[in-house]
């Protein structure tokens, strides 16, 4: 259950701080800058690996969620719960920023600024290379599983800070899903939820192929 609790406050507070970040610019003619708001979101999702890893792993991300269970770190019968737990904390999350900012019309929603397959390109890239970082700094020494929060944090500040503007850099379905449920923009959900979840799982084998021990 401790687990459980661990990713409905993670997945919460990576929402309500990054989504958050979003809406209080919008709502301060651009106090905060893009700048900002992807370091909010490298250094929330830091923060929250650091806090809680040690107890549920700071997945906070069903897409992250899914690619361990099919490398075969994370038990198969504890993926509903997580991701369940996941959506419970975004949705939350959601449901705060639209009691604090109710004339806010997306909530940080992530949208397309150009076509659904461009984002959806970008949205499979993207999370292709965070589940690469993932994978390798959580499963290797642990000298290196001390810097994951460093290393997963940067990832998702650098992608957020480049990708940002054309396809929102969501790569994580329940910070996508949260927003656009409880803004009723749920038109472009499908972009953000099955790319990012085809992105973590094929980074899978690619992390397979390039640690597999060459025969002698």
């Given at each position: ?69 099919l490398a075969k770190k994370f038990e198969v019968k504890q993926v509903a719960p997580y991701i369940i737990s996941q959506l ?33 390109i970008l949205e499979f890239l993207l999370t292709f290379f965070l589940m690469l970082v993932i994978i390798n700094v959580a ?78």
């Amino acid at each position: 259950m401790k687990k459980y609790v661990a990713e409905i406050l993670g997945t919460f507070a990576m929402v309500f701080c990054g989504t958050g970040a979003i809406i209080i610019n919008q709502q301060t003619n651009g106090a905060i800058t893009h700048v900002g708001v992807a370091i909010t979101f490298g250094l929330i999702v830091m923060a929250m690996i650091y806090a809680l890893g040690n107890i549920s792993g700071a997945h906070l991300n069903p897409a992250v969620t899914i690619a361990f269970t099919l490398a075969k770190k994370f038990e198969v019968k504890q993926v509903a719960p997580y991701i369940i737990s996941q959506l419970v904390g975004a949705l939350l999350a959601s449901l705060v920023l639209k009691f604090l900012f109710p004339t806010n019309e997306f909530l940080g929603a992530t949208l397309p600024s150009g076509t659904a397959l461009q984002s959806f390109i970008l949205e499979f890239l993207l999370t292709f290379f965070l589940m690469l970082v993932i994978i390798n700094v959580a499963t290797g020494s642990k000298e290196q599983g001390m810097f994951a929060g460093l290393a997963i944090g940067s990832t998702v500040l650098l992608e957020a800070m480049f990708a940002g503007p054309i396809c929102g850099a969501s790569m994580n379905p329940a910070r996508s899903l949260a927003p656009a449920i409880v803004s009723g923009h749920t038109e472009h959900s499908w972009v953000y939820i099955s790319a990012t979840i085809l992105g973590a799982a094929l980074a899978i084998p690619t992390w397979k192929f390039l640690n597999q021990k060459d025969k002698v």
